[in-house]
């Protein structure tokens, strides 16, 4: 019903207005409207219906302000019927559903501090009695990366520590292996004198040293050297004349043209400036009976820019091929 109005008439009491029964159904009926509606208020952009507020601006946004410091209080907030915000809580209300922050494009979701009693992040459980170490799947550093006391560059890992010792270790009864080789993780218990030797498989244990390779003033070495045919004295083996007065020598000479092969002993000396040798215990297959010794090869010595040199002249034609350990003593 379209809003009643009275005729008070032109000036008072001129009779033109409406009676006061006339008046008084006017204003029922306008009573009678405005509580038939006295749920629904309309102003002039808003409707407020029960418990409803309304924008009536076609695509408008409703915005709520306090004036000057003031502010919009609201004790219990609800978004779209799923996120609830009350006192300094936000939950969702739909049992079991995750609560999601989402920045927008490239944006992040940033929090000044935070306390995180349960949950995973990527992956790592959060919460527990026992804190649990954050798996990174891969670690990038562009330039370089410092961890307690470790820098990691290019391919170089060094301590960053003054006199500091670049330790790497396996736990409990793990191992350390590079490239495909395995370390042991302690000492071998086998004594004073080890050495390290690989089983052919990249496993690494330390042994005792085979025939106490480990000598103070001695070693054990050995070698080989071709010989071509001629008469002049050609060099097998040197060693520093400083370092060792002498060596004891284990030869085998192959002359495989000839088909003479021979295995004997030489010892050399010195005294600072000439070399002396001695050879004995020459075993060879001679004629076949083993008494016939074949020298296609003469051995010698000499002193050359402070080495002693151990010689051998070929007597024939024929490429000598020599094999040799030799146990040098020192002066």
């Not at 209080?73 to 989402?102: P, V």
Request: net charge negative; hydrophobic share 35%; proline share 2%.
């Amino acid at each position: 019903m379209a809003r009643q109005t009275i005729n008070i008439g032109a000036v008072a009491d001129d009779g033109t207005g409406d009676s006061i029964r006339v008046s008084g159904v006017k204003i029922n009926e306008n009573f009678a409207e405005v509580y038939t509606q006295q749920q629904l208020v309309n102003l002039t952009h808003f409707e407020f219906d029960n418990n409803t507020i309304k924008g009536l601006l076609s695509n408008a946004d409703i915005e709520m302000s306090g004036n000057g410091t003031g502010h919009v209080d609201i004790s219990d907030l609800t978004i779209d019927s799923e996120i609830n915000l009350s006192d300094n809580e936000i939950k969702t209300n739909t049992s079991n559903t995750n609560l999601k922050f989402a920045p927008n494009g490239t944006g992040s979701v940033e929090i000044a501090k935070a306390d995180i009693n349960g949950g995973a992040i990527d992956g790592t459980v959060i919460g527990g009695a026992t804190p649990v170490a954050g798996t990174v799947t891969t670690l990038t550093a562009n330039t370089q990366a410092v961890m307690d006391g470790v820098t990691i560059k290019d391919n170089t890992v060094s301590t960053n520590a003054s006199n500091s010792t670049l330790e790497l270790n396996g736990s409990g009864t793990g191992n350390i292996t590079l490239n495909g080789v395995q370390f042991p993780n302690s000492e071998d218990a086998v004594g004073p004198n080890q050495v390290f030797q690989t089983n052919g498989s990249g496993v690494v244990a330390t042994v005792k040293s085979p025939s106490g390779l480990l000598f103070s003033n001695t070693s054990l070495d050995d070698g080989t050297a071709t010989l071509t045919g001629n008469s002049v004295a050609q060099a097998i083996d040197s060693f520093s004349a400083s370092t060792f007065r002498g060596a004891k020598y284990t030869i085998q000479i192959s002359d495989a043209t000839a088909n003479r092969f021979t295995l004997i002993e030489a010892n050399v000396t010195h005294n600072g400036s000439s070399a002396f040798i001695s050879t004995h215990g020459g075993a060879d297959n001679g004629t076949g009976d083993g008494s016939t010794v074949y020298d296609s090869l003469a051995l010698s010595a000499d002193i050359n820019s402070g080495n002693v040199r151990l010689l051998g002249t070929v007597n024939n034609t024929n490429s000598q091929v020599i094999k040799f350990i030799r146990r040098p003593i020192k002066v």
